[in-house]
């Protein structure tokens, strides 16, 4: 019977994964307090540079193995240090936030697919019988 499992490399990537997906969800409270105070019509106050500071650990995370991802967190970055008004920040931030967490997502499932080792078992085993 044959076992798959994930190799080493893969392993450490996934663990890359699942800790960027655990900030991009801390991130993602931020955008929506801020959205909460924008749409109450109050300041956002620090709220954009909370956000920054918890980014850019993630964009220096993510540089190595995930590039385009750490290039997407750098977009996210630029953004909310533009002009404009704070609806079109909120609205910017939750496209970015939503964009990181597709690719991270897809990420995921290619180190999934490409570093998925199959184990055929004991050498002189019988294959498994497949159903018709």
């Given at each position: 019977m044959a076992v798959s499992k994930i190799d080493g490399a893969g392993l450490q990537k996934l663990k890359t994964i699942?800790?960027?997906?655990?900030?991009?969800?801390?991130?993602?409270?931020?955008?929506?307090?801020?959205?909460?105070?924008?749409?109450?019509?109050r300041g956002t106050g620090v709220i954009p540079q909370q956000i920054k500071r918890i980014a850019s650990?993630?964009?220096?995370?993510?540089?190595?193995?995930?590039?385009?991802?750490?290039?997407?967190?750098?977009?996210m970055i630029l953004t909310l240090g533009r002009g404009g008004s704070d609806q079109l920040r909120v609205r910017a931030m939750r496209e970015?936030?939503?964009?990181?967490?597709?690719?991270?997502?897809?990420?995921?499932?290619?180190?999934?697919?490409?570093h998925t080792i199959t184990d055929e078992g004991p050498a002189g085993a019988a294959p498994a019988a497949k159903p018709a």
């Open positions: 699942e800790e960027a997906q655990a900030t991009v969800q801390s991130i993602h409270g931020h955008v929506e307090r801020m959205a909460m105070e924008v749409k109450n019509q650990p993630l964009q220096g995370q993510l540089k190595g193995q995930f590039g385009i991802i750490a290039d997407q967190v750098s977009a970015c936030v939503a964009q990181i967490r597709q690719a991270l997502d897809i990420a995921a499932f290619k180190v999934e697919e490409q």
